[in-house]
């Protein structure tokens, strides 16, 4: 369970130079259509093979090297040499880009983590984003979500619209959230959003009247005063628009879920922000308090941004008790249990996805260890000099914690 | 553009903190109150209700527009919306949609409707304001014409969901018309489509298991008396035989079985006899199995004010009376037993949330007719119970009309209801007006009028004013302690959360 990461992209060899191909792994011959990507592994016995129907090959094999296999892929959009498909299982979803070879993993079967990254551009620039923006024109991208939400198996339980930030693709966001209301009528959709957008009320309106079934948008917000949260987005007017976006939602009854990152910027004041979002933002399903992950732009800004998390445990205790005594549901995410305070076990939740989830040698012993919700990947190098394994003996100690 | 800049897009230029304040030199007040809050600090609350505490020295130099924006007070002034430092916030319309949710309980128009089903008791309780000892049922109980009018006129109401509560005197001894009301009530509702919640206000001493199978059956609810242990019980509520504890205690346990556990609520009552025995009485609740007590001071209306020497007290002896009261069950709720004194708990929704409580006593404005009313067994409409007291001493000042001669348009938009509300309105009042307390109070027409011959009042000499600035005192008192298992207790008894609820949650 340590160390390993699940692998969401690949690289190889084009053998094509058209567009790209978007469809579902077939790891056997039987489902064979244009909506299909035949994976082949080397070592599968491929000798009289037929590759007639699908919409594209994806394999490990040198197709230079192997000439029969090399004879059945010809015309037919094909990577080959890739440098892993083990990772790929019977129909994870495959977008397949032929000008660089490269392969990405966009829905995965039996994953509770799959998303849909809307767009790559950002009206915010957070200082701790773990996927700095970019300003490029993506707008052809709709089209391919689009696919994409076609392929997906109906039966699955949870998807995520991510980014970026969704709400820059306009109407666009729409289509793709209708488009998930048709065929994927009892997945729960997530979506991440800086909520700026709905400033315009218009906006809001036109999301809640998609009237998605089980449709929730997950806000950050950093702190109580416009200053605060305005620096660590590095967006002037960002508080303001986002705190009337939230109660624009709230009017037209979008469920909303608030996300607050502990860090050095932000931990002083996270008793009152809770305090604000009890007295403001009442209507909220559910409130989220989450750690740093280590990428992006938290690499470059570590020292504005890293703290202890053991050093701000008095600060996250108050803010996440105090909304708890206030009827309001609220969760930790990606905190490691021995760091934090015994009270707060029971708020948090293993949060990481899947693919970027790691545990490092120390939690081995620990006794919580299936309980706790691990690190980040990301974190491997840069995490708190507290974590340690716990043993029984402290989970039955009185003044633990 | 050189390559170097090319290569590090705007994107990885970072602004400091500095660059995002606002205009903090400029900043501007919203309008808030303010009241000296012990020897040295001053209590703020402003239109939606949020509170802060700040010394002296702290608010002189934040009301003179000499706070420095980098201290915390200043951050948290203006999270709280005391403070503007941008020239418009579309945050102005967040405070807007808070001062909308503070009144909301407004929306729908009168929720809470009475029903006095009958005068005659069995009881001849010295503070009870309007019973009668009498058999003439002719005289003194509602007859089914009036209640079918009474009926009709609760039903033309704007509410969604509406409370029907039976009283008297002692309802039970009518029940057969209460059994006329509750069908149909319920015939005439299938087609609107309210939710009406139903409860029956009485000393139980009548109580049948039929009775209680039919209140079971229909989810009607109860509300009893309990003044305290037996012997103030009894002597606080005479009846023949001196048996009304005996009696009450036993309908109790009688009703939760038959009905529920939850079923049954008990109000007191406070007599110059309570006075000294706060502890006794809330004992008793606790050994009684409730939850919860209302400590309530008697209401200077009926037989209460002829009675005054017997059972009459100051104000003062209430409040000294209520703080112990207050303090013991604080007490007992750290030692893990639950109970919650109900006016403690509607204050401190008030202080405490961003909602309003649906208690039609303290709210501005008053509930009079548009948040609660009264139809008299004899089919006169009056606009709260203490006005139907007011009544039986001969002014009908707060009548609004009858059942009978009346449509509802002239009982619930005449100019005598509308000049009643407007007497109401706290915000507006002399002495109100500019009162720190102002959004956690309320105002009492009846009460000002009963006691001071003006429905407005004269705040200086107003016990009603001095009651609730004493309490309200007392609680954000205990709540600027930051003693932080007192406001555990203090947010349970806000959500109806048991103690051990929050503790023994599992992890998930």
New interface residues.
């Given amino acids: 369970m340590s160390g390993e990461v699940i692998r969401r992209h690949t690289y190889g060899d084009a053998r094509w130079s058209g567009d790209s191909v978007i469809g579902i792994a077939s790891l056997s011959s039987q489902a064979r259509d244009s909506d299909h990507i035949r994976v082949i592994r080397a070592g599968e016995k491929t000798a009289s093979v037929s590759l007639e129907g699908y919409a594209a090959l994806l394999t490990d094999v040198d197709l230079d090297g192997d000439g029969e296999l090399g004879r059945a892929a010809s015309g037919l959009p094909t990577i080959h040499k890739a440098n892993q498909v083990e990772h790929i299982n019977e129909g994870d979803i495959l977008r397949l880009d032929f000008k660089k070879g490269f392969v990405k993993s966009l829905y995965r079967v039996g994953s509770p983590h799959n998303s849909i990254f809307a767009t790559d551009r950002c009206n915010s620039n957070c200082l701790m984003c773990s996927q700095p923006p970019k300003d490029i024109d993506d707008s052809e991208m709709v089209a391919e979500h689009l696919r994409l939400v076609s392929l997906i198996p109906p039966t699955t339980q949870t998807l995520g619209i991510s980014g970026g930030e969704p709400t820059l693709l306009g109407a666009d966001l729409f289509r793709i959230i209708a488009a998930c209301k048709e065929h994927l009528p009892v997945t729960r959709l997530h979506m991440l959003s800086n909520g700026r957008r709905f400033a315009d009320r218009e906006y809001a309106a036109g999301l809640a009247q998609l009237n998605h079934p089980d449709f929730m948008v997950g806000i950050p917000l950093y702190a109580d005063v416009a200053s605060h949260h305005d620096f660590v987005v590095q967006a002037h007017d960002a508080f303001d628009q986002t705190m009337v976006g939230f109660h624009n939602l709230a009017r037209y009854d979008v469920r909303i879920e608030v996300r607050v990152v502990a860090h050095k910027q932000t931990y002083e004041r996270l008793p009152r922000l809770a305090e604000f979002i009890y007295s403001n933002l009442p209507f909220v399903e559910h409130v989220a308090f989450m750690g740093l992950e280590m990428m992006g732009y938290t690499k470059t800004n570590l020292k504005t941004l890293w703290i202890d998390p053991v050093d701000y445990q008095d600060s996250l205790e108050q803010a996440v008790s105090g909304l708890a005594l206030r009827g309001m549901n609220v969760s930790i995410y990606n905190h490691q249990l021995c760091l934090l305070r015994r009270p707060l076990w029971r708020f948090a939740r293993k949060s990481i996805s899947d693919f970027k989830n790691i545990y490092l040698e120390a939690c081995q012993e620990c006794a919580v260890l299936e309980e706790c919700g691990g690190l980040f990947k990301s974190s491997e190098q840069i995490h708190s000099q507290h974590i340690h394994a716990l043993s029984a003996a402290d989970l039955t100690s009185p003044g633990f914690g | 553009m050189s390559l170097d800049s090319a290569s590090k897009?705007a994107?990885?230029t970072?602004?400091?903190?500095e660059?995002?304040?606002?205009n903090p030199r400029q900043y501007t007040l919203l309008p808030f109150r303010f009241m000296r809050f012990g020897a040295s600090r001053f209590v703020l609350v402003n239109e939606v209700g949020?509170f802060i505490f700040l010394d002296e020295e702290i608010f002189r130099a934040f009301a003179t527009k000499g706070l420095s924006a980098e201290l915390?007070t200043y951050?948290?002034l203006?999270?709280?919306h005391f403070l503007a430092d941008?020239t418009s916030?579309?945050?102005l319309?967040?405070l807007a949609?808070?001062y909308r949710t503070k009144k909301s309980f407004l929306r729908g128009f009168t929720k809470l409707h009475l029903f006095v089903v009958t005068l005659r008791c069995d009881h001849s309780c010295h503070y009870c304001q309007v019973s009668r000892q009498s058999e003439d049922r002719a005289a003194f109980d509602m007859k089914p014409s009036t209640a079918r009018m009474a009926v009709d006129l609760m039903l033309k109401t704007p509410a969604e969901a509406i409370t029907m509560e039976f009283q008297g005197g002692e309802p039970l001894l009518n029940f057969p018309l209460i059994k006329f009301m509750v069908e149909y009530s319920e015939a005439r509702n299938q087609d609107l489509g309210k939710r009406i919640d139903r409860v029956i206000t009485t000393n139980l001493s009548k109580a049948t298991p039929d009775i209680l199978e039919y209140c079971r059956d229909h989810k009607i609810g109860l509300s009893t008396s309990l003044d305290g242990p037996e012997w103030l019980h009894n002597a606080n509520r005479p009846r023949p035989g001196n048996d009304s504890y005996a009696r009450v205690i036993e309908n109790i346990a009688l009703v939760r079985s038959i009905v529920g556990p939850g079923s049954v609520d008990a109000l007191m009552t406070t007599t110059r006899r309570s006075l000294s025995h706060v502890r006794d009485i809330i004992d008793e609740y606790v050994a009684r199995g409730f939850r919860s007590i209302f400590l309530r001071s008697i209401s200077p209306y009926g037989f209460a004010v002829k009675t005054r020497g017997k059972t009459g007290y100051l104000t003062d002896e209430f409040l000294e009376f209520y703080r112990e009261g207050l303090s013991y069950i604080l007490e007992l709720n750290r030692r893990g037993i639950e109970m919650t004194e109900i006016y403690a708990k509607i204050l401190l929704t008030k202080i405490l949330?961003?909602?309003p409580t649906s208690f039609t006593d303290l709210q501005s404005p008053a509930g009079l007719g548009i948040g609660a009313v009264v139809y008299n067994y004899d089919g006169d409409v009056y606009a709260s119970d203490e006005a139907r007291m007011l009544a039986e001493m001969k002014d009908k000042t707060f009548r609004l009309g009858n059942v009978h001669d009346d449509t509802y348009d002239a009982i619930f938009k005449s100019p005598r209801l509308r000049s009643m509300i407007a007497a109401s309105v706290n915000e507006s009042l002399p002495g109100c007006s500019d009162c720190a307390y102002q959004l956690y109070c309320g105002a009492d027409p009846v009460f000002h009028h009963a006691t001071q011959g003006d429905m407005m009042g004269h705040r200086p000499t107003s016990e009603f004013c001095r009651k609730n600035m004493a309490i309200i005192n007392e609680l954000l008192r205990y709540i600027e302690s930051g003693d932080e298992a007192m406001?555990?207790i203090f947010?349970g008894w806000v959500?109806n959360?048991r103690l051990a609820e929050?503790a023994s949650?599992?992890?998930?």
């Fill in positions: 897009p994107r990885f970072f602004h400091p903190l660059s995002y304040r606002r949020e915390p951050l948290d203006k999270a709280k941008e916030s579309p945050l319309d967040v949609t808070k949330t961003p909602f406001m555990r947010w959500y959360r929050e949650c599992p992890a998930k």
